[in-house]
């Protein structure tokens, strides 16, 4: 049985009836609940923000960091959560892809023991809607920070100023600010 209840404007919560991990009835002590937040990100407010290229960072990292140190599980839906415009037409309307007719919107699930469970829902919540805040890009430290990030993926990481403890060999620039050639080791 799933049941909808309302948290403010902007949220809702899905409860599960309570199973274990395995998708059986729990059994014994505090029983394994599964829950469901929507956030909804505020795209009409904010039309020409990136929003889906903040909550997915580079290559999807700090996605998956929210993910890791919240345990919970994190989803893009709705309109704009498909790279590919064209792709996402195609899609609206088959099954499994009918959130596509839906306002873009971050799902939060979460399954854990139903003493525990609002507390890392809540934290996954908190770092959400902390992400979906625009900001003016030169005060944003946490866009600074994927581009540091996707710079160090990339190889194009430029120190604006030299450490004296990092060597040429860990650096992938040299003095001159350009890339080294590629060696055989």
């Known amino acids: 049985m799933v049941r ?34 929507r956030l909804d990100v505020p795209v009409d407010k904010y039309p020409n923000f990136n929003f889906v290229g903040r909550l997915l960072g580079p290559r999807g990292n700090s996605l998956k960091r929210v993910e890791a140190t919240t345990q919970c599980r994190v989803y893009i839906r709705g309109r704009g959560s498909v790279k590919d415009s064209v792709k996402e037409e195609k899609l609206r309307d088959k099954p499994g892809y009918e959130h596509l007719n839906e306002a873009l919107h971050v799902l939060v699930e979460a399954e854990f023991p139903a003493d525990i469970i609002d507390v890392r829902l ?35 990481l430029r120190e604006e100023s030299p450490s004296p403890h990092l060597s040429p060999s860990v650096s992938p620039f040299n003095s001159a600010g350009m890339k080294r050639p590629k060696t055989g080791r």
């Open 4 to 37: 909808k209840a309302s948290r403010g404007n902007h949220m809702g919560v899905l409860q599960a009836s309570p199973m274990s991990w395995n998708g059986a009835p729990a059994l014994g002590g505090t029983p394994v609940v599964k829950k469901l937040v």
């Open 122 to 156: 809540n934290q996954a919540v908190t770092i959400l809607e902390d992400l979906l805040k625009p900001m003016d890009e030169s005060m944003d430290y946490y866009k600074k920070q994927q581009l540091r990030e996707l710079a160090i993926l990339n190889g194009t």
